[in-house]
């Protein structure tokens, strides 16, 4: 049973290009992330969600709009992709906030040509 | 400004000896630490933890040591295995600048090799 899931793998897109990238958690939790790893291999929070409620919005483009239907989902959708947006996107989830283990999604390779 | 350092890129050891990881901070309100290991084309998965209450933590093969005065934290696996090749990322976890936000920091990483 796959945990926290992610779709698509991977992404192949041109810049200009608006994009969607879900995850979902089978964990019960209540709070889920999105974290960037770049080519500097950082992993670098994006956003965090507590019960469908933003918590954290790190300092990110506003072309980067994460949504949450449910506590299980929160999909991340990006306009107008530009180059610097090539990376991997990690989505987490955790238990609740603060001393919690989070845990990570397979990633979504995204490559924007 | 990188508030969790991993120095060392990479890690060379044999199978059945001790792999060490280390971790410097630099965040005196971090309070709490976790030991991720990554494999090629996957997610980070969490490995163990530790309290900044606590000095050490141990499960298994797995052994995480704290020292707070030296804002240090090591990872040991012992012995290592072939299996245990892959990417361990150091986290910390804590308030942000403006108290309301918990958040984790990672480290760069750092490439283990466990040879047969």
């Known amino acids: 049973d796959t945990a926290v899931s992610q779709t698509p793998k991977y992404l192949v897109t041109q810049m200009g290009n608006d994009k969607s990238i879900k995850c979902e958690q089978n964990l019960g939790h209540d709070t889920m992330y999105w974290y960037k790893q770049d080519s500097k291999k950082f992993l670098k929070i994006m956003f965090s969600y507590n019960n469908k409620e933003l918590i954290i919005n790190e300092t990110v483009p506003n072309r980067f709009s994460p949504k949450s239907p449910d506590k299980a989902h929160l999909n991340l959708h990006i306009n107008s992709l530009e180059l610097g947006d090539s990376a991997v996107y990690f989505c987490?989830?955790?238990?609740?906030?603060?001393?919690?283990?989070?845990?990570f999604g397979p990633g979504t390779r995204l490559l924007v040509l | 400004d990188q508030q969790v350092k991993q120095n060392s890129p990479s890690l060379s050891v044999q199978e059945g000896r001790i792999s060490i990881l280390n971790c410097d901070y630099t965040?005196?309100?971090?309070?709490?630490f976790l030991w991720y290991k990554k494999y090629p084309a996957e997610g980070p998965t969490f490995l163990i933890s530790?309290?900044?209450?606590?000095d050490k933590n141990e499960d298994g093969r797995f052994t995480v040591f704290l020292n707070k005065s030296a804002k240090h934290l090591s990872l040991h696996i012992v012995p290592s295995q072939p299996g245990d090749s892959a990417v361990y990322f150091c986290?910390?976890?804590?308030?942000?600048?403006?108290?309301?936000?918990?958040?984790?920091?990672f480290g760069k990483g750092t490439l283990l090799t466990v040879n047969p």
């Open positions: 965040n005196s309100m971090f309070d709490y």
């Open positions: 530790i309290s900044s209450i606590k």
């Open positions: 987490a989830s955790s238990q609740g906030f603060g001393q919690e283990t989070q845990y």
């Open positions: 986290a910390a976890g804590g308030f942000d600048s403006g108290g309301s936000n918990y958040k984790l920091t």
